[in-house]
């Protein structure tokens, strides 16, 4: 039986130490109320998957990209906004 070794080196030659970044927690802080209505609207589509969608369900979609749209708003106009420019 052979050996199956990786022939290329390593693409980092230290693997982080430590977890996140302050930095990296802070970006991901910032981020959040996107992740959270990404995730809303991906248990929505989830749940209209198998079965025909109802008025409640289509509210519940509609409701659910709106507040990603502003999530993904509020988020782009507070970067614009540290860094000096208007979206």
Do not use: H, Y
């Not at 693409?11 to 910032?30: K, R």
């Not at 809303?40 to 979609?61: F, G, H, K, W, Y």
């Amino acid at each position: 039986m052979k050996n199956i070794v990786a022939l290329q080196t390593l693409v980092t030659s230290t693997p982080p130490v430590g977890g996140p970044t302050g930095a990296e927690l802070d970006a991901i802080e910032a981020e959040m109320p996107l992740i959270s209505a990404e995730v809303e609207l991906l248990d929505v589509q989830i749940s209209v998957l198998d079965r025909p969608v109802t008025e409640l369900d289509a509210r519940r979609l509609r409701r659910a990209r709106r507040k990603v749209l502003a999530a993904r708003r509020d988020l782009l106009n507070r970067n614009a906004a540290q860094n000096g420019g208007a979206a």
